[in-house]
């Protein structure tokens, strides 16, 4: 039997993995307890009365008061408009703010206009309240020549570098460990700077939420993570989401600070940011925060909430609409009433609707911003893949690069996209140490991507089994080094100080023909003379534009 002095358990722990806590004798399981819940911060009650009990709440100036409620209800206007839109077929996708707006103009009036926002896809509302005006919403949304991001996202995926909102991406949460990057960085350059980030209650499960709120904690980074709790994962319900008490309890494991607010509550949303920028800026620590709303609208257009929840559940919470109870605090202070209800709901549906005509009529970016600004120099992958678009439009495909060097010789003007050069040397035996051992084929890259190579590739099979009799083809040189530069020759069919290879010149001339072969009166002029069908054998280097007679593409 084994027997000691028993004292009692006053030591602190010196272990490394955690912080000091004291040892004890008794041997317990440390159950959950979901009666020590964090309380719900509101200052607003359902009917837009000031709680008594609030204590030191900021309330924003009168002008400031109604630019919040114009923003709510700009928003949820914008959110019909585009919703019916896509109902119709004018737009591909949309995801609404319905029952949210309280949560996204509240938060964006309690920021600096120089934080930095991560958003997700339902935060409209924040780029709207910095000044993102409804055109640009329009035009993103139809993907015009005039979005900001050319046309290469779905709808509702927003970004403004002016207004230090950074664009949004489609999968899930993989904003967080930008964001805390972000933060670290203005920690290290010691600017007066904080970042803030969005998500869902249901993003919280991802991986990047925990490793972004570990990195946050660990590298003292002054982060606000804002949550959206609204109820729903899309499908998901809460309580199918987590077992313990919300998102908010993800912050002490962490060595995070915490605040849970009233999402419906615009004033208690302001007051929580601003307090949250505060305790970032001051401490230099991560704070999260849990705002508690709730989604009215679908999910996105590609949902059907009435699978998942009652339509008295949605009933039930459209009679806590944030606006109205805001709008409620106003009229009882005398700053709003129905008459500035019904004329400002008039005039920003109209000049909404007009953004939406402008937007919808605008033309698509051109095809080629579909490759730019995915790498700082474009790798031959890339190139490839622009050619196998090409090739996949089939004769659409066609037509475009047809138009490309049309244009190219209609205004006798070298693009400057054609400046550039591919000059591959052909050595006249295998060890070329001298210039004169190199002939040298000049190929052209340009903003469009396409490699001649590339594209020499794709047409060789048809150059060499359908040559018509006023084509012009290539010849191809399969045979020793040795041979082959005796063979190969810069013949005159090439325009000669233009940066155009052989190849290109022959599918332009090509195509030419080929239009011209339809049109009776069709011709060519050859040093200012006018050339008829049967003189089309002998084109040489003075093409320099297309009969009146062609049809302009």
């Known amino acids: 039997m084994l027997s000691s002095t028993i004292s009692a358990n006053t030591e602190e722990s010196v272990y490394r993995g955690i912080n000091k806590v004291n040892y004890t004798s008794n041997l317990n399981i440390n159950e959950p307890s979901l009666n020590s819940t964090v309380p719900i911060f509101r200052v607003l009650n359902d009917v837009g009365d000031i709680s008594n009990n609030c204590k030191s709440i900021i309330i924003p100036e009168n002008n400031d008061l109604i630019k919040m409620y114009k923003s709510m209800v700009l928003l949820s206007i914008m959110d019909k408009i585009l919703y ?74 927003y970004g403004s570098k002016n207004l230090n909102f950074v664009t949004l991406s489609s999968p899930l949460t993989t904003q967080l460990p930008q964001a805390v990057g972000s933060a670290y960085s203005f920690k290290r350059s010691k600017v007066n700077r904080c970042t803030i980030v969005y998500f869902g209650e249901g993003a919280s ?75 970032v800026m001051t401490h230099t620590r991560p704070l999260l925060l849990e705002a508690m709303t709730y989604r009215r609208g679908h999910h996105s257009t590609s949902d059907d909430s009435t699978a998942y929840r009652s339509k008295d559940e949605i009933k039930q919470w459209s009679i806590k609409n944030p606006i109205i109870r805001f709008k409620q605090l106003l009229e009882k202070n005398n700053l709003w009433n129905n008459q500035n209800d019904v004329e400002y709901e008039k005039e920003t549906k109209k000049q909404l609707m007009q953004s939406f005509a402008i937007a ?132 005159k069919r090439v325009r000669q100080g233009c940066n155009l290879s052989s190849t290109l010149f022959n599918l332009y001339i090509e195509n030419t023909l080929k239009q011209l072969r339809e049109d009776e009166f069709g011709g060519i002029k050859i040093n200012g003379m006018q050339a008829g069908r049967e003189q089309m054998n002998s084109l040489e280097d003075h093409i320099s534009q297309y009969s009146d007679h062609y049809p302009k593409q």
């Open 360 to 491: 919808s009529k605008k033309n698509k970016p051109n095809w080629r911003e579909m490759f730019n600004d995915v790498y700082h120099e474009i790798p031959n992958s890339l190139f490839a893949a622009c050619i196998e678009m090409l090739k996949a439009l089939e004769g659409k495909g066609k037509e475009i690069f047809f138009k490309i060097i049309h244009d190219a010789y209609e205004k006798e003007l070298v693009p400057k996209d054609f400046e550039k050069c591919l000059l591959i040397p052909l050595p006249k035996k295998k060890k070329s140490e001298k210039c004169e051992d190199h002939k040298t084929i000049s190929l052209i890259t340009h903003s469009s991507k396409i490699l001649t190579n590339t594209i020499y590739k794709r047409i060789e099979a048809k150059i060499n089994v359908n040559l018509e009799e006023d084509q012009f083809g290539c010849d191809v040189i399969t045979d020793k080094r040795s041979k082959s530069w005796e063979e190969a020759n810069i013949e």
């Open 84 to 157: 019916e839109s896509q109902r119709q077929g004018r737009i591909s996708f949309y995801m609404t703010n319905e029952g949210e707006e309280a949560a996204q103009i509240g938060s964006a009036a309690g920021l600096n206009s120089n934080d930095l926002v991560y958003g997700q896809y339902r935060e409209a509302g924040v780029l709207l309240f910095r000044g993102f005006a409804p055109e640009q919403f329009m035009n993103q949304c139809f993907g015009n020549v005039d979005d900001l991001g050319k046309g290469k996202q779905m709808p509702v995926h």
């Open 205 to 279: 499960s991802e991986g990047d939420a925990h490793a972004a709120f570990n990195f946050a904690s660990t590298l003292d980074c002054p982060i606000i993570f804002f949550c959206r709790n609204n109820g729903y994962a899309i499908s998901t319900p809460a309580n199918e989401q987590y077992r313990g008490d919300g998102i908010v309890s993800h912050g002490p494991g962490y060595g995070i600070a915490t605040i849970r607010v009233d999402g419906n509550d615009i004033l208690a949303v302001y007051n929580a940011v601003l307090k949250a920028r505060e305790y």
